[in-house]
């Protein structure tokens, strides 16, 4: 299927790796040319490589955009190196405290909203004019299924909750500008390098099988290619009438039936 999006420019923030990789992956793969960043410059330049593969340019910028400060050089250098974004994926996300209300500091509970939604909310700003100009623009932000319902800690799931709101919010004032927003909601996906992998290396065989048992009814990990190929569908033309929503990609994972 055409996706019709050949030669649109997307920036996925974490695109070296895992989940974001899956999407810069599958989006070079419909000819949109790609930026990514990260704080690895080693796995940045690999991924890079694999994506140039597909006859598409792609642009790496290192950073950590918690550091919010940093976003607008980021933005700024990847209009520059490959003109105006119109496809935004902002999949940096993650937890600066595993923990419940009474053991996390309010410092650990801020810094990761500037992880998992001020990082996004500020590019989201940025990338906006533009994509009303051209009447055109997908917005895609990386939740997680316990942005939707009870699971994880505390900071990680407040954050994840807010971006999925925001994501709402956003969709409703952007929609007759032909702009949609639309965040993803992954279950547990295994990629190499990330969490659940080394959730795997250190726990023991019946650890891991007992959490599969009782969490994950496909009987193993999701897999970053459906993932890929989701969000290159809500980048998408087809998908114009998608907005709002937040999808869930967890292979039937989470428990809420909305
Ligand atoms: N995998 C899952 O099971 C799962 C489930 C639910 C939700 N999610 C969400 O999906 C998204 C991607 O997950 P993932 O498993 O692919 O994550 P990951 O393994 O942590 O990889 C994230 C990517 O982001 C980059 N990154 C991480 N922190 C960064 C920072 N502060 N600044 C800039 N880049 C940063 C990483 O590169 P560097 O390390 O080099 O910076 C890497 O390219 C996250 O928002 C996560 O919360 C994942």
Redesign the pocket.
Request: proline letters at 2%.
């Given at each position: 299927m055409d996706l019709k999006i050949q030669n649109k420019n997307a920036l996925i923030?974490?695109?070296?790796?895992?989940?974001?990789?899956a999407a810069a992956i599958h989006l070079a793969n419909e000819g949109v040319n790609i930026g990514?960043?990260?704080?690895?410059e080693e796995?940045?330049n690999l991924t890079i490589n694999e994506l140039e593969n597909y006859g598409v340019k792609a642009f790496k910028f290192i950073?950590?955009?918690?550091e919010l400060e940093t976003i607008n050089s980021m933005y700024q250098y990847f209009v520059a190196e490959m003109g105006e974004i119109d496809i935004l994926v902002n999949?940096?996300?993650?937890t600066r405290s595993r923990e419940n209300l009474e053991k996390t500091s309010t410092q650990d509970f801020k810094s990761t909203f500037d992880?998992?939604l001020f990082?996004g909310f500020e590019l989201m700003k940025m990338v906006t004019p533009n994509m009303k100009k051209n009447q055109w623009g997908r917005i895609i932000n990386?939740?997680?299924?316990?942005g939707r319902e009870y699971g994880g800690n505390i900071s990680?799931m407040s954050s994840?909750a807010a971006l999925i709101a925001a994501t709402k919010h956003a969709a409703v004032s952007l929609a007759s500008q032909g702009i949609t927003v639309n965040s993803i909601?992954?279950?547990?996906?295994?990629?190499p390098?990330?969490?659940?992998e080394r959730f795997k290396n250190q726990n023991s065989e019946e650890v891991v099988s007992d959490f599969i048992a009782n969490n994950l009814p496909m009987g193993k990990?999701?897999w970053?290619e459906s993932f890929g190929t989701l969000v290159a569908y809500l980048s998408s033309e087809g998908a114009g009438l998608i907005t709002g929503s937040c999808v869930v990609i967890d292979g039937g994972q989470s428990i809420s039936m909305i």
């Amino acid at each position: 299927m055409d996706l019709k999006i050949q030669n649109k420019n997307a920036l996925i923030t974490g695109g070296s790796r895992g989940l974001g990789k899956a999407a810069a992956i599958h989006l070079a793969n419909e000819g949109v040319n790609i930026g990514v960043c990260g704080r690895s410059e080693e796995d940045l330049n690999l991924t890079i490589n694999e994506l140039e593969n597909y006859g598409v340019k792609a642009f790496k910028f290192i950073c950590d955009v918690s550091e919010l400060e940093t976003i607008n050089s980021m933005y700024q250098y990847f209009v520059a190196e490959m003109g105006e974004i119109d496809i935004l994926v902002n999949n940096v996300g993650g937890t600066r405290s595993r923990e419940n209300l009474e053991k996390t500091s309010t410092q650990d509970f801020k810094s990761t909203f500037d992880l998992n939604l001020f990082s996004g909310f500020e590019l989201m700003k940025m990338v906006t004019p533009n994509m009303k100009k051209n009447q055109w623009g997908r917005i895609i932000n990386i939740a997680s299924i316990w942005g939707r319902e009870y699971g994880g800690n505390i900071s990680y799931m407040s954050s994840k909750a807010a971006l999925i709101a925001a994501t709402k919010h956003a969709a409703v004032s952007l929609a007759s500008q032909g702009i949609t927003v639309n965040s993803i909601a992954p279950g547990s996906i295994e990629h190499p390098g990330g969490s659940w992998e080394r959730f795997k290396n250190q726990n023991s065989e019946e650890v891991v099988s007992d959490f599969i048992a009782n969490n994950l009814p496909m009987g193993k990990f999701g897999w970053p290619e459906s993932f890929g190929t989701l969000v290159a569908y809500l980048s998408s033309e087809g998908a114009g009438l998608i907005t709002g929503s937040c999808v869930v990609i967890d292979g039937g994972q989470s428990i809420s039936m909305i």
